[in-house]
C-alpha cells in the first residue's frame, strides 16, 4: 500500500528565509504526487502536482518541488518566506489510476517569524 | 465558475445520532471523494462516487454510507455516531476518467459528537 512521510511535523523560518518541506513517498511504481496547503479552518488547496512531465514542478505562491525517484522524495521549498505562508501543508499521492484515493500525510506546520 | 461546496459548516451532534453532510461538485466534475481530518491529522480517505457508483472505499465502517445524485452532487451519512467522529469532513470533486487526479476541496463541514 501506498504511504506518505512528512519529516518535521513543525516547521520554523524567519521572513525571508528558505522554506523547505519533506515528503518521502514509498511506491513500486513513481505515483501522482501533489502538495496541498489548508488555512485555518479553510479546506485545502492544490498548491503544485507532479504527474511524470518535468520532475521539477513549479506552483502557485512562488513555491516548488523536485520529485526524486531514487530518493523518493518530493520536498517543497520556497526561496523566501512571507508571512503569508504560514499554514498547515500536506504531501499526498496517488496511484497511476483516474479516480483513486488522494493518501495525504500528516501534515507540516509552517510558521514564519518577523 | 462555481467551486466546491459543502452544508452545514458546523454540526453538533450526541452519541447515537445519525447525520448527513452535503456537497456539491465543481461545475463540470463528475466525481466526489469524502474525506475525514481528525484534529492534528491528515485527510483520509473515505469513499468516492463516479456517475452516481461508489468507486472506491476507505477503512472505515458500514455505518459511513454515501450517496451521489444524477446532478453530481452528494451525501455522507453516518449512522450511530461515536465520539471519535469528531472531525472535518472534506468533499473533494473531480473529472473522473482525466489521467490525473487532481480533486478540488470544499472548505468542509465540522462535525463535534458530544
Known amino acids: 500500500a501506498q504511504s506518505v512521510t512528512q519529516l518535521g511535523s513543525h516547521v520554523s523560518v524567519s521572513e525571508g528565509a528558505l522554506v523547505l518541506l519533506r515528503c518521502n513517498y514509498s511506491s513500486s511504481v513513481p505515483p501522482y504526487l501533489f502538495w496541498y496547503v489548508q488555512y485555518p479552518n479553510q479546506g485545502l488547496q492544490l498548491l503544485l502536482k507532479?504527474?511524470?512531465?518535468?520532475?521539477l514542478v513549479k506552483g502557485i505562491n512562488g513555491f516548488e518541488a523536485e520529485f526524486k525517484k531514487s530518493e523518493t522524495s518530493f520536498h517543497l521549498t520556497k526561496p523566501s518566506a512571507h508571512m503569508s505562508d504560514a499554514a498547515e501543508y500536506f504531501c499526498?499521492?496517488?496511484?497511476?489510476?483516474?479516480?483513486?484515493?488522494?493518501?495525504f500525510g500528516k501534515g507540516t506546520t509552517l510558521s514564519v517569524s518577523s | 465558475e462555481t467551486g466546491v461546496t459543502q452544508s452545514p459548516t458546523h454540526l453538533i451532534k450526541t452519541r447515537g445520532q445519525q447525520v448527513t453532510l452535503r456537497c456539491s461538485s465543481q461545475s463540470g466534475h463528475n466525481t466526489v471523494s469524502w474525506y475525514q481530518q481528525a484534529l492534528g491529522q491528515g485527510p483520509q480517505f473515505i469513499f468516492q462516487y463516479y456517475r452516481e457508483e461508489e468507486n472506491g472505499r476507505g477503512n472505515f465502517p458500514p455505518r459511513f454510507s454515501g450517496l451521489q445524485f444524477p446532478n453530481y452532487s452528494s451525501e455522507l451519512n453516518v449512522n450511530a455516531l461515536e465520539l471519535d467522529d469528531s472531525a472535518l469532513y472534506l468533499c473533494?470533486?473531480?473529472?473522473?476518467?482525466?489521467?490525473?487526479?487532481?480533486?478540488?476541496f470544499g472548505p468542509g463541514t465540522r462535525l463535534t459528537v458530544l
Open positions: 499526498a499521492v496517488s496511484d497511476r489510476q483516474a479516480g483513486t484515493a488522494l493518501i
Open positions: 507532479y504527474t511524470s512531465a518535468a520532475t
Open positions: 473533494a470533486s473531480s473529472l473522473g476518467g482525466r489521467d490525473y487526479n487532481e480533486q478540488f
